[in-house]
């Protein structure tokens, strides 16, 4: 296992974990949420029924304000009536080490959300890069420390993996095949701390599934919760967590292993396959 040099704290992007103190992160107002063409599974199921966009927007506002109560700079990006999808930030880049690497995205309707990011990271002076020729997106796309898993998924292609592998010598890439109904790896695993992780194991190939049991102490999530999103909760540091009310025995699981669990509404959002991880793009943890 390979590890990184920790990084001055004067970088203005820089991300080693999911887990350490949350800094900065990009976010986008679900102003104009709505499920036009169903692109996931979730989707789908919630089609018909689709998004009270007043609810999501102040479910949204709740959870911006208890990042901005724990010193997090929160920085919005302006939503655009064409991009339906835009509050799911994770997904159109992702931070590694002082790097932040564009998504490629895969389906088409999401593509304009990437230059909506490079017009205010030019406007801003951060630096980012552009290497990936198909499609990888930052869902799939998990750090710790000098460790780095990427799910090979219909978003994520085992090109765009290799092309980070180029990018990244110094760093141990583990794909990790996912079932083909799961739309990230972060619907179904999320780092949260050193030694824990919460999981999804049916989604994930045997062997993946085994290694990941080597390195973590893994808590398993009901067929129930991982439908509600309940692996995409949110690190912000001091193993605190953000997560959802409706998934009591994930949460309870995490109290009991030591996180502080805030619970944040979120109901209306994840209709659209994303939860609180899938919410936010980090520049900057430490």
């Not at 169903?38 to 998004?51: D, M, S, V, W, Y």
Request: hydrophobic share 35%; glycine share 4%; with cysteine.
């Amino acid at each position: 296992m390979t590890s990184t040099p920790a990084k001055e704290q004067t970088s203005m992007i820089y991300c080693n974990s999911e887990y350490d103190d949350l800094q900065k992160v990009i976010v986008v107002p679900p102003e104009h949420m709505e499920i036009k063409e169903a692109i996931n599974e979730t989707q789908r199921h919630f089609l018909k029924e689709n998004i009270d966009q007043t609810k999501a927007l102040r479910q949204h506002q709740n959870f911006v304000n208890g990042l901005k109560s724990a010193d997090i700079d929160v920085i919005s990006l302006h939503p655009k009536k064409d991009l339906n999808e835009q509050v799911f930030t994770r997904d159109i880049g992702f931070c590694i080490g002082d790097t932040l690497y564009i998504s490629n995205m895969e389906e088409t309707l999401r593509s304009p959300e990437t230059q909506v990011l490079i017009n205010w990271l030019e406007k801003n002076n951060y630096k980012y890069q552009q290497s990936f020729s198909s499609s990888i997106e930052g869902g799939d796309v998990l750090i710790d420390e000098g460790d780095i898993f990427v799910g090979r998924s219909n978003r994520t292609s085992d090109e765009a993996i290799d092309t980070l592998k180029s990018h990244l010598p110094t760093y141990n890439i583990m794909p990790i095949t996912l079932e083909e109904e799961i739309l990230h790896l972060d619907c179904v695993l999320n780092i949260i701390s050193r030694d824990t992780a919460l999981i999804y194991s049916k989604a994930i190939d045997a062997a993946s599934l085994k290694l990941l049991r080597k390195k973590y102490d893994l808590i398993e999530v009901t067929d129930k919760e991982q439908f509600n999103m309940g692996p995409n909760v949110l690190s912000i540091g001091g193993n605190q967590v953000i997560s959802l009310p409706e998934n009591k025995q994930v949460n309870q699981k995490l109290k009991e292993a030591g996180f502080t669990v805030h619970e944040v509404p979120f109901s209306e959002i994840i209709k659209s396959g994303g939860s609180f991880r899938c919410c936010t793009l980090p520049l900057r943890r430490g």
